[in-house]
């Protein structure tokens, strides 16, 4: 980061960051820059709007130059958002339009637009599409279009910034304002289209001349290229020849992508397609023209040439990515070609090509489409190759194409997730789904299969990172979902096909299942559907190439392909490697997972008719229990220790109810070939929220029930096993509960736990974890009611590089089955940034896995920025050097002050060890202010931080990590 030569105190000016040679009145719109010395950085001689980056509200912001002394210069444009106290303009992460050449300097680099501007010009930077990891804009200057620029900033840093060299100036200045009105560029008039200076554009007949090509460079053609991208309202243009060149005269008309240099013709270059009237050939992607007779298809003066767009039919917001289009051209009204191809990211721009001195035409922006042939073209892209039905990212290659699959490619080394999304057939009924094999993957190649909706990033997104979304991965064998990332089983690998469908879908949310070739469940996700419209759609995500994949659909296979409605044999329920299952007799060999315990899950929940399961004890010291669980369950953690769970435990007679237990007071005597049975009574229709009753039964004698609340989505019969060795045998689950409906209504009355006393654990057990139950919590007298635990709900964010998700996650698995109570956000879940500092401000602490990787990355130092006044805890590499360099040189002595552990992959239990006990001790210093901020009068604490600082943070600065 640059140290800035001035030390004096800096000047404030609420909602802009700005150096103290900048002066700023009437809310800023009238800016006064004083000199800066010559020992000063042209870089940081800036002020930015940081109170609010461009966005769909706030499109735009403009400046007029007042006063600016000659030789020097403006700066214009939009840069990250600059660090409190010393602002400056970041080179790969901003956009600027100099007033003094005329450039456009993005990335290091400077593109002349032959536009210069001085006092009295009226400049304008204007948003114009947004993409996930860069956006496209817009440079006007005295309300004309001159250039159109990519800058790589995604939503929400978009940052108006304007800088000068070392002069004196006065600018003013109209920064972006929520609902401001928006800027019209009409289409119709030429000199909206921008270019070459030369070429002389009159709005009156709307013609455009090229009367004054480059004296000082050759160049091999010219084009403008129209404010406005084809779309949906916007499809079709002409242009008449008015004049053609008597040698070397040529127009062109075509289609190029928002970032088309401005001295080439349309199909010259990549992601362009153009028609010539000199040899009526057809140019696409930079190749030759197409082998045609083309002597028909030539064009003279008088002649009207144009091109035009076929889009699908879909969803508007899709007209600026990567579908496939049906591009065509007509000559005097008649079709002459058509193409099907893929569009830009941010749509195609119309463009008109100029090859010689006195070619000249007219625009006519507002032409209709040819009637004639319009129902031959729909049928021509309906009839196109299945890349139709796929929205996708640039990158994807399709390879093999049929009715009912496709082999696509990603190739790509680029670790940045790429999606492909299927159109056609949305999963919109239960056992609707696909399959994908996968024909060719590199070590380091990650593959995601799930669901997502229309609106889901195409690139730098994986599923799972926000709730519309989930996926499975085939590498970490991971389920996505927003909740967090969950371990199941792990992809065998090349020869074994992984299927996704949809197992349950109302208007809150969505339930869907995995299942690997041989019909074995992998795990299940949910996705949020409440105030969703686009339906689900079949996704792929893929990054670090070399990879490709086979995506099997058919609506023939949706309601048959390893979807069986019935519960089925236990060797297709869902659970860990630890549990074998042979038809219907289920052991636990191993404990394979960080918990002792595991259990498995139904295929299918229980519903109203089918409401009642039994297993048969096949051991009399090793019991299995018995239970209830929610969709989401964990299948390596103890059954009965989340929301939505429920599980008695013969063999100990306790029974674990949503992470608190009871001790049945009187239990029964349970032996080896025995039934034990449990079923549930509901209150309301299937598979919604409801507070029903759950039974518990041995050989069909019920003896204990209690109120269960069961989640949104259905109640899952599952199994718990305790110990290794411990063994049961499903037996058939088709019959009802045998409760007669007097008795189950008067239980469904009930509001208390009848027959069960809370658990009281020994005291140094219930200190050992720093979290000290109170007598009065757990005192049996008067009525009975449920334990809760005291300790509270916390967010812990875990920051962590993507790229070293296989080193971090086992630790964080490990944190989540230790810390029951704790939700753990990360950074490979929170992939924006205004996730991240959403996720950063509502967390109790950070828990910053350190490494080599990290250290170096200027995204995570971006994300390190956003843990001001948060308390930090270090779990660093054990062969990095502590503390790192690079991005953090200049906070290396607040990291020495921060808590630590280092780790080692190759020994993960030890240092799990220490990790956790870390984190254990930063737990109880965070209960221990919450009791005193609560016993002084400061309130109950939620478990979320606030704004303002806890007063341990503020007293004891040398283990908080502070941001200067």
Known sequence: MYNRKDKSPRLVTPGFEHLNNFVLFDDGRDVFIKRIDNDESLTTNLVQFSKSPLSPDCTHYT????????????????????????????????????????????????????????????????????????????????????????????????????????????????????????????????SNWFGWTGLHRDDQTKTVTLAEPDTEMERSAYNIQSPAVFSKDFSYFEVEIVKKAEEHGCQAIGLVAGNCEPFVMPGWTSKSIGYHNDDGGLYCDGKDKTEDNTDEKKGGQGDVIGCGVIFPPIEEFHFREPILVLVYFTLNGKVVYKKRMRQPR????????????????????????????????????NSADVTADFRCSEVIQFKELAPDSAVYALTTESDEPQLVQYLRYPLSNVGDGFYVEVLDMRPNTELQLGVSVAEHQMEGSFLG??????????????????????????????????????????????ILCFENGSGDMIGRATVSRKDVKSPLYASVVMSSGPCTVRMNWSRSIYNTHNVDRSWGYADQWLRPPGIKANQNKMTLQTSESYSFAACCQCRQPMLTGSSYFSIRLMDGENLPGIGLSKSTTDVSTVL????????????????????????????????????????????????????????????????????????????????????????????????????????????????????????????DHMTSNGYTLEKAAYDTEGDLTLVESTNQQSIIYVSHTVRECDRVNPFITALRKHFLTCTFETSALCVEMRDKKDSIARCEFVILFMSDTYSESHEMAMEYSLFEGKKVLVVAHSEMHWPPGH??????????????????????????????????????????????NSKSGKGKSTGQSPSSKSPSSENNSSSTCQIL
């Open 63 to 190: 400046m007029t130059i007042q006063e600016l002394t000659d030789g020097e210069f403006v700066m214009f444009g939009l840069t990250n958002k600059c660090v409190p106290g010393n602002p400056m303009w970041i080179i790969d992460r901003s956009v600027r339009y100099h007033s003094n050449d005329g450039g456009v300097f993005n990335g290091g680099l400077g593109i002349k637009t032959y536009h210069p501007y001085t006092i009295g010009d009226r400049i304008t930077c204007k948003l114009d599409y947004t993409g996930p990891d860069r956006s496209l804009v817009n440079f006007l200057k005295n309300d004309r279009l001159v250039y159109r620029q990519w800058v790589n900033l995604p939503p929400g840093q978009l940052y108006p910034t304007i800088g000068v060299s070392r002069t004196e100036a006065k600018l003013k200045v109209e920064w972006p304002t929520p609902g401001q009105q928006e800027i019209n560029i009409r289409k119709d008039m030429p």
């Open 465 to 510: 990172s926000n709730s519309t979304s989930c996926g499975y991965l085939f590498k970490l064998g991971s389920l996505a979902m927003k909740e967090g990332m969950r371990p199941v089983a792990k992809w065998a690998g090349l020869k074994e096909t992984v299927t996704c469908y949809l197992d349950f879908q109302d208007e809150r949310l969505a």
């Open 346 to 381: 941010g749509g195609f721009f119309p463009c008109v090509g100029f090859l010689a001195k006195d070619d000249s035409c007219k625009l006519k922006v507002d032409a209709q489409p040819p009637s004639e042939g319009a129902d031959e073209l729909m049928a021509s892209l």
């Open 887 to 932: 991005y953090f040189k200049d906070k290396r002595k607040q990291m020495e002050r921060c808590p630590m552990v280092k780790v080692n992959t190759t020994d993960n239990t030890p240092s799990l060890q220490a990790l956790i006990k870390l984190v254990d001790a930063q737990l109880q210093e965070s209960n221990k202010n919450k009791a005193a």
């Open 640 to 763: 009965g220790s989340d929301k939505g769970e429920v599980c008695f435990l013969p063999s100990s007679g306790e029974l674990l109810l949503e992470n608190n237990k009871w001790v049945l007071q009187d239990p029964p005597m349970f032996r080896k070939g025995d039934i034990l049975q449990c079923g549930m009574i509901f209150a309301e229709q299937d598979r919604v929220e409801q507070k029903g009753v759950v039974f518990f039964s041995l050989n069909d004698q019920p003896f204990f029930h209690c109120r269960f609340h069961m989640m949104h989505g259905g109640a899952y019969p599952s199994i718990a096993f305790s110990s290794s060795g411990c063994n049961a045998e499903l037996l058939e689950t088709n019959r009802s509960q045998p409760i007669p409906e007097s008795v189950a209504s008067e239980w469904l009355n009930q509001d208390s736990m009848v027959g069960a006393a809370p658990y009281r654990a020994p005291q």
